[in-house]
């Protein structure tokens, strides 16, 4: 995504549906959508990551965003992507997200992921299992219970066990 998203981008942080957990339904402010979309733009060109638009390939339709960003003060940018309403069910979530662990693993060397969803939003809790990451533990966050999932990296070191 960049800058030149912003419309998209923005309606897809608004939609109801999405902001229920990924915005704890807060309503944003364009503003924010923007500075979002600065960074990414810095990120892609400092680090190679940021946040990708997921289209459908056979009909060129806009759908969400999937990619990297940084929550909860870890050390690594977590998985997070974003799909409208009327995309989910269809395993588009789980086939954007192999696409990027493999760009992840593959190209940015990264040694693990990690996903981190509000405990009620089981579409992501089944969208981590699909792709295979691990529950690690639940946190008390902002009075909230945030369940997290990791994924290692077994391309950069086999030997590697996901934690259970």
Known sequence: MNEG???VFHKTNINPFVREFLWDDQQIPKSLSEEILIEVKKRFNNEKWGLWKIVDSNSGHYMGYIGFWFFFDEQIPQLLYA???EYTGNGYA???GA???KYAFEYLNFDYLI???DKPNKGS???CK???MSFVEEKEIENKPILFYRLNNRIINPNIKDKS
Request: overall charge negative.
């Open 5 to 7: 998203d912003l419309e």
């Open 125 to 127: 809790v089944n969208v």
């Open 115 to 117: 996903a981190t969803m």
């Open 94 to 96: 789980t086939e954007a």
């Open 83 to 85: 799909l409208l309403p």
């Open 130 to 132: 699909r792709l295979n």
């Open 99 to 101: 696409k990027i662990i």
